[in-house]
């Protein structure tokens, strides 16, 4: 079995659904839902704590501008060689695939993972809880406006850290492009 068909299969889901901050409330069967899920290698209970931390600071920003989408935690100690297998850098801690509607976040920016806090925190100088909401506004740049550019996430994430509105400046076709991932770099 190839890997990325065993990484599927081994998901172990768990929805919960993040109440969308949001002025104008929506019809029950209009309602967004965050979908949580961690990777193989999560004991049920590992995973509910993990999964607890990222959903209070997930449900800090404008999620139900975002819709239905899916955050999976990836354990450490798998986490580089997902990221080198899509071509992407090791050393970011999340990224994002468009084509359904996922964010993945690495197992080290919810609980200690020692030799990992030491490299995250020499390449992002800042601590844990920092660095996480960092990469949630930051990926919420990418999937709020549709847009693999890390200037255009930068300057949402800088907003959303701010409490502003969120504007999309990239013009509609030069946006998405089919199977994108998007990282924190």
């Not at 949580?36 to 404008?62: H, M, Q, S, W």
């Amino acid at each position: 079995m190839k890997f990325a068909a065993r990484f599927w299969l081994s998901i172990l889901l768990i929805a919960m659904p993040v109440l969308p901050q949001m002025t104008n409330a929506l019809p029950n069967d209009q309602t967004p839902v965050q979908h949580f899920v961690c990777n193989v290698g999560y004991t049920l209970e590992k995973c509910r704590l993990d999964i607890a931390i990222l959903k209070r600071t997930v449900a800090k920003y404008p999620m139900a501008e975002l819709g239905d989408w899916t955050w999976v935690l990836v354990r450490s100690e798998n986490w580089k060689t997902i990221l080198r297998t899509r071509g992407l850098d090791p050393d970011s801690p999340a990224f994002t695939f468009y084509p359904k509607r996922e964010t993945f976040i690495e197992e080290a920016l919810v609980t200690q993972v020692p030799v990992r806090d030491r490299e995250l925190l020499l390449k992002w100088s800042m601590d844990r809880m920092g660095l996480l909401d960092l990469a949630i506004r930051h990926e919420l740049g990418h999937a709020l406006c549709n847009d693999p550019n890390e200037r255009n996430a930068d300057r949402v994430a800088k907003r959303l850290e701010q409490r502003k509105p969120v504007s999309c400046e990239a013009k509609a076709e030069a946006k998405q492009k089919s199977g994108h991932h998007a990282s924190l770099n």
